[in-house]
């Protein structure tokens, strides 16, 4: 119990004080909110899991909850648990300022230590290979670097707080369907420089207590006993000092399990059936099957990770929480989140004195803003703003609306004008209050959850012929998009204004009101490109989509490889809808100036940003690198930064070396292959200002 000591050395000590009972308790967990509450466990407080602790050691029980987007209350178990509900993970990533996902994270922890929790099952690291995936709205994003420095920021923030974070689901979990049978197959080199690279920059960075393993199987074994994966890769070559914790039905076997780098099963009987951590491995270690190295090793590593993030030292109470402060944090993410994707006419921002008549339609706007469902659904300060919405037939996941209705914040914005709202079930009904008003806003909405992905890209319903209907009678329409990723835009070219806005969270109204009428300046880029159709995607059906739910299959992932997203649209020279990176201001910026120089194997670049226009504005300048060998671009660095009007400022971005080189799968190093880099400074993957090339040598990288 001494604090001054390292958390190796406690570890080593408690370790040495427990009995084998004790070791094997820590192994596994429990479901800490069934359906039937007599199966609950007393001590625990009601979400995701429950560990029990030893307590004549000082060692305290993991309380889990979900998720990244704020503390879950599974079934409403405890019917006065509301928390506060952060913009999507993907818009997070959309503000492209990991200082916000570490603000997001510090919030969250602290309503999870006022509710009781000490464990976050939060940290997602995984990359979006598909957009028509049901949680792409929990993932950061289709590029390593973006999604592995969001992600790292927001472990960081939740582990300030001394509640552990979980990064997760390790790897190459990017869909849904058939989710417990799939096979992900993909080489080795690709893999590194793709989903694994990620996780090593999140890992790296907000050093987690625990890594999640995920529901699929890659290349053939499940990811909770993939040898290569957590044995090979995670423990032994990035020497994560961690434990592995399954995802909550995701453990089939004990002895392979185990020895494959398995440390803890989650939600065990509840989840998986068999509580395979428990009687079945205390037989494999009486019969030698596992060492009982191999258990002290589990149990080390989760008392370490218990030591390292202040579980131990600092456990949570009923500490109080500022609800205000935490709904302008969630806030202050969605402004900073929403992407302007088009401006005809300078539509945008909205005029309170020159836009005197403005209908809104649709999207539930007299009442809330949509939020994502499944593991991560929060149930929101203030309760569900739509409790009358169920799931779609076959959906088991809680659907939940923030109240923060965008037709009041509005109105609020222009107390003047007259507004007017129509819901857009009624297409008529819209259309003649469109045609005589000087602006039409129409909010539309996809929802998407844990347990499905979508058949296509399209918006559910008649929320397309809505937009049509409505542009043909009003030019001046603006379409604000509530959605959980990328979706088709078929009316694109008929509309004045297009935001995306994802899922805002809890004060999502109010922050889309302040786009819209300029008071934020929108400072979004997209961190997934939008293509315009599915016939652009590697795999232009979802793979398994016809596949019985009992069946085995495998997803080709070789295709792309590592060109994730923005790099398949380049090497197959295939213009998206919209491309990575991209995003426009109410103001505007020069960039240019571009500058290299080297110092060993490590690349500085230097560059100028100006705001060239009359409003404050923040703009996101992106370094893109080409290699010698002719690969696509990626992304190399970036830079957030918020400049007055007429202010010039200088930047500096230091490229990671690996973002320059290639994985050697026989050496197991990254190396560098030599010659001629180009350096692009750009507005987005597919929009260069300016480059220059800089010649590097060959050889091993080092430090890594």
């Known amino acids: ?67 990244d987007l704020g503390v879950t209350n599974p079934g409403l178990i405890d019917p006065g648990r509301e928390a506060t509900t952060l913009p999507s993970v993907l818009a997070t ?20 230590r006022h509710f009781g929790f000490n464990v976050l099952l939060a940290g997602t690291a995984g990359l979006i290979r598909d957009p028509r995936a049901g949680r792409n709205f929990e993932m950061p994003g289709e590029d390593p670097l973006l999604s592995g420095k969001m992600a790292a920021a927001k472990v960081e923030g939740i582990q300030r707080q001394d509640v552990m974070s979980t990064v997760k689901h ?36 907000g050093e987690p207590g625990a890594v999640m393993c995920g529901y699929n199987r890659v290349n ?35 002895v392979e399990a185990a020895n494959a780098g398995l440390d803890q099963q989650s939600a065990a009987e509840a989840f998986d059936g068999i509580v395979h951590f428990g009687a079945p491995l205390e037989k494999a270690v009486d019969s030698g ?24 030292d600092n456990p949570p109470g009923d500490e109080p929480i500022d609800v205000e402060a935490n709904a302008r944090v969630a806030q202050e993410v969605a402004e900073n ?68 209705p965008p037709l009041a914040a509005i109105e609020r914005h222009a107390p003047n004008a007259r507004i007017e709202f129509a819901a857009g079930d009624d297409i008529d009904q819209a259309v003649a209050l469109a045609r005589d008003s000087d602006v039409a806003v129409v909010f539309v909405e996809q929802w998407t959850a844990e347990t499905f992905d979508m058949a296509s890209l399209s918006l559910d319903g008649h929320q397309d012929e809505l937009i049509e209907a409505v542009a043909q009678a009003n030019p001046n329409t603006v379409v604000v998009l509530q959605t959980g990723g990328p979706v088709a835009m078929p009316w694109h070219d008929r509309v004045n204004g297009i935001v995306a806005a994802w899922y805002p969270g809890q004060r999502g109204g109010e922050a ?61 020279q295939e213009a998206p809808l919209y491309p990575f990176g991209f995003g426009l201001s109410y103001t505007e910026f020069d ?60 930047l500096s971005v230091e490229i990671d070396p690996r973002q320059l080189a290639r994985f050697d799968s026989d050496t197991r190093h990254w190396r560098l292959e030599g010659g001629e880099f180009r350096i692009s400074l750009s507005r987005s993957a597919q929009h260069i200002s300016e480059e220059r090339s800089i010649e590097l040598p060959a050889g091993p990288l080092e430090n890594l």
């Open 1 to 67: 119990m001494d604090a001054s000591r390292s958390a190796d050395q406690r570890a080593h000590d408690a370790l040495a004080e427990m009995t084998m009972v004790e070791k094997m308790r820590l192994l596994y967990g429990e479901f800490a909110a069934p359906m039937d509450l007599t199966e609950k466990d007393h001590r625990a407080i009601g979400s995701a899991g429950y560990v029990p602790g030893i307590p004549r050691l000082g060692i305290p029980a993991q309380q889990q909850t979900d998720a």
């Open 93 to 112: 990533a959309a503000t492209w300022q990991p200082e916000l996902s570490r603000l997001g994270g510090e919030m969250i922890a602290k309503e999870a």
């Open 170 to 205: 390790y790897a190459v979990n990017a869909q849904e369907t058939g989710r417990h049978k799939l096979s992900a197959e993909i080489g080795d080199q690709a893999l590194q420089e793709s989903d694994l690279l990620s996780f090593q920059y999140a890992i790296e960075g």
């Open 220 to 254: 053939g074994d499940y990811a909770c006993e993939n040898d290569y994966l957590l044995h090979q890769v995670l423990k032994g070559e990035w020497g994560y000092p961690g434990f592995v914790m399954s995802d909550w039905g995701a453990v089939y076997t004990s």
């Open 289 to 312: 099957a596992v060492s009982s190295e191999r258990i002290d090793d589990m149990v080390y590593r989760i008392l370490r990770s218990y030591f390292a993030t202040g579980l131990v």
């Open 337 to 404: 989140a929403m992407v302007l994707l088009r401006n005809e006419q300078r539509q945008l921002p909205l005029d309170a004195e020159r836009d005197r008549h403005i209908v809104v339609i649709g999207g539930h706007a007299d009442k809330g803003v949509v939020a994502g469902g499944g593991s991560a659904a929060v149930n929101p300060v203030g309760g569900d703003a739509v409790p009358e919405l169920v799931p779609p037939e076959g959906v088991n996941t809680q659907r939940l609306y923030p109240r923060s």
């Open 512 to 572: 889309i009101a302040n786009v819209l009428f300029g008071v934020k300046n929108p400072a979004g880029r997209l961190p997934v490109t939008f293509p315009r159709s599915t016939q652009q995607l590697p795999r232009p059906n979802i793979p398994g989509i016809t596949v019985g739910n009992s069946e085995f299959f495998d997803v080709d992932y070789d295709i792309e490889g590592a060109d994730v997203g923005y790099r398949w649209f380049e090497r197959g």
């Open 591 to 650: 960039q240019s100036g571009l500058e290299l120089e080297r110092d060993g194997q490590v690349v500085r670049a230097r560059f100028t940003v100006t705001n060239t226009g009359e409003r404050q504005g923040r703009t996101v300048p992106q370094l893109y690198v080409r290699a010698p060998d002719g690969s696509p671009a990626r992304l190399a660095g970036w830079q957030s930064v918020s400049l007055e009007p007429g202010e010039r400022r200088e």
